[in-house]
């Protein structure tokens, strides 16, 4: 007996991900495709509608051999229907696609859907750093910040599958404007988009103490990688992991977690995860310390596409 083979797909602002699971959560063939070639013109759904069909060929199984469908999507995810009814990105023709509804009525499979956040952390809870824990907080640090919470082994969805949402939390009542309409909110100060923002600024008002290729296409590990020699960059990074550690604290105090995981790139970097823990244990209090771990990632960008397939199994 052949072990099941389930499909997971991740769908994300500028590409999806197709990756064949087993009931294991190894990942047996992957692909991705782009999702945003002219600018959402082709809406995704029907994008990623035809690029299933080539993926599963390409793989050489049937569709009647694949146990189950997972999609874990960007935007506001109504899981019970499995249809994206929000977006704080603003894609094009993405808001009202029917997702579980289109994929079961072509290809006659289970489908399940679920957030992307959600769906990362539970990836990394059935395989990844969240192991055998029953209650975490996972923070994703990218473009935005996005976030999925478990607890007590369940993803806490809320009433419409729109729980965890943690990037819009407010940290500064008196902030900047966000996408959400909102002020102050945590993915202003705390993603990656926002760090590279203030570098930029930083850079253009301090030219001559960076290198003169600095500034062409500034990213995280441009910056990390210049911080040891740079004492301005040093404190723009600190006022950035100090906004993280802000909405952190709150979580913990919410929630009490036995873990809190960060993914996104910037994860990987060890001195990273060592200063946030330090700032957040500095300010939490003593009680939910007790057995409290800050742990990067482990799925990367694989933790999607297998949390879905584990979402799909535990509902079964």
Known sequence: MMNKVYLGIDIGGTAAKFGLVDENGNILHKDEFSVSFDGYETPILKTVLEKTEYFVASSGLAFTEISGIGVSATGQIDSEKGEVIGSAGHIKN????KIKESFEKKYSVKTIVINDAN????????IGAGRGYKNIVAITIG???GGGIIVDDKILLGKRGLAGEIGHIVIHGSGEGCSCGNVGCLERYASTTA???SVSKLQKENPTAFPKDFEENINGRKIFDALPANSLLRQVVDNWVDDISLGIISLVHIFNPE?????GG???RKEF???LSKKVHEKVMPRFLEGLEIVPAKLGNDAGLVGAIYYLIENK
């Open 259 to 263: 873990q809190v995981i960060i993914g």
């Open 143 to 145: 473009t935005g910040v």
């Open 119 to 126: 769906s990362a952390a539970l990836g990394e809870k059935w």
């Open 94 to 97: 993405w808001v009202g696609s």
């Open 266 to 268: 910037v994860s990987g």
């Open 195 to 197: 760090l590279v923002r």
């Open 273 to 275: 995860i060592e200063v």
